[in-house]
């Protein structure tokens, strides 16, 4: 550590004033193979032909650091993450996920519709044949969904 701060010192007529946050981002996933690791794709610059010569391009191997992945960053993961919400309600799937609600929904009125029926005809005293005839269907229909 000593020979370190003598070399930045050195290098940048400055004393390091960091050395805080190293410790604590020095085993950070982040940053563990970033010094190590070179770009493998193609460089942006021409070639030259002493840079295309089989001597000088040799391929890296780092070994564990090749296992090592960084982190999602927090753009790309809001990016993944309207996506997914995108790729799931399209189409057929949003339609009939619709579809089966407003069925329940149905359901739920006409049964609704039943019993508010059924509690008229109830509260009547005097009931004609009809009348009579659809309190029986709806005690019937009530008793055989239960």
């Known amino acids: 550590m000593k020979l370190?701060?003598?070399?930045?010192?050195?290098?940048y007529d400055a004393k390091f004033n960091l050395e805080h946050a190293w410790r604590e981002l020095?085993?950070?996933?982040k940053w563990c193979s970033a010094p190590t690791t070179k770009p493998t794709g193609q460089s942006k610059r021409r070639k030259t032909k002493e840079s295309v010569e089989p001597s000088s391009c040799q391929p890296l191997s780092h070994g564990v650091e090749e296992a090592?992945?960084?982190?999602?960053g927090v753009k790309a993961a809001?990016?993944?993450?309207?996506k997914t919400v995108g790729e799931e309600g399209n189409g057929l799937?949003?339609?009939q996920g619709i579809w089966e609600i407003s069925k329940?929904?149905?359901e739920l009125k006409?049964?609704?519709?039943?019993?508010?029926m059924l509690e008229s005809l109830l509260a009547k005293t005097?009931?004609?044949d009809t009348e009579i005839a659809l309190k029986d269907k709806l005690i019937n229909d009530m008793l055989s969904n239960a």
């Open 4 to 11: 370190a701060h003598q070399i930045f010192t050195n290098d």
């Open 110 to 116: 006409e049964k609704q519709s039943k019993h508010g």
């Open 78 to 82: 809001k990016a993944n993450a309207k």
């Open 68 to 72: 090592m992945h960084r982190p999602i």
């Open 93 to 95: 799937s949003r339609l």
């Open 104 to 106: 329940k929904n149905f």
């Open 26 to 29: 020095r085993h950070d996933q």
């Open 126 to 128: 005097e009931l004609s």
